[in-house]
T-cell receptor
Framework: AQSVTQLDSHVSVSEGTPVLLRCNYS??????LFWYVQHPNKGLQLLLK??????LVKGINGFEAEFKKSETSFHLTKPSAHMSDAAEYFC????????????FGPGTRLSVLP | GAVVSQHPSRVICKSGTSVKIECRSL??????MFWYRQFPKQSLMLMAT?????????EQGVEKDKFLINHASLTLSTLTVTSAHPEDSSFYIC??????????????FGPGTRLTVT
């Protein structure tokens, strides 16, 4: 069975400083991994996904994530935070066989201070 | 990109009534759709998997007689909350699986429906 741990429930950064949102996963299969962002009362938007083609994945809005199998991690980073990045971020794991089920992490709320 | 819509975006109903939420894939055919529930400040919990033309598969603990799911066409799945009670108040989100995404079957999410039962 798959599971996801997001180590920080809340991260607060100043505008213009780097962002690091941590995610560790557990999977019996070769996992597919995703990061989604959710702004208040909105649906989910895909930031990026890991498809086993490359361990460093670049996404939208300057975000990227690195898949590290040895550490079972898929941390999300951004070099410089913007006020509009304030939102809830979810790390998601899906099993490699047909990706039938998504398992969501508990989420990390990112606050960006002016 | 693939778009999934939900209707309504918000609904308020009285306790004991039923509410239907629609989920549509607008520019692709979705043989598999998913329904999630999200409580305030919490993560998404999968309620059920809906396959076109067959019965939905419910997650453990989800009452299938209370949350009726119908996936009658390749672009529409509906969730009906029957005899709603205040504890059913929540944010309901649907998603549709990308049919062409092998081996990574991405899901496209709808904007969600806020249900309030009074």
């Amino acid at each position: 069975a798959q599971s996801v741990t997001q180590l920080d429930s809340h991260v607060s950064v100043s505008e213009g400083t780097p962002v690091l949102l941590r995610c560790n996963y557990s999977s019996s299969y070769s996992p597919s991994l995703f990061w989604y962002v959710q702004h208040p009362n909105k649906g989910l938007q895909l930031l990026l996904k890991y498809t086993s083609a490359a361990t460093l994945v670049k996404g939208i809005n300057g975000f990227e994530a690195e898949f590290k199998k040895s550490e079972t991690s898929f941390h999300l980073t951004k070099p410089s935070a913007h006020m509009s990045d304030a939102a809830e971020y979810f790390c998601v794991v899906s099993d490699g066989n047909y990706g039938q089920n998504f398992v969501f992490g508990p989420g990390t709320r990112l606050s960006v201070l002016p | 990109g693939a778009v999934v819509s939900q209707h309504p975006s918000r609904v308020i109903c009285k306790s004991g009534t039923s509410v239907k939420i629609e989920c549509r894939s607008l520019d692709f055919q979705a043989t598999t759709m998913f329904w999630y529930r999200q409580f305030p400040k919490q993560s998404l919990m999968l309620m059920a998997t809906s396959n076109e033309g067959s019965k939905a598969t419910y997650e453990q603990g989800v009452e299938k007689d209370k949350f009726l799911i119908n996936h009658a066409s390749l672009t529409l799945s509906t969730l009906t909350v029957t005899s709603a009670h205040p504890e059913d108040s929540s944010f309901y989100i649907c998603s549709a699986r990308d049919p062409l995404g092998w081996p990574v079957y991405e899901q496209y999410f709808g904007p969600g429906t806020r249900l309030t039962v009074t």
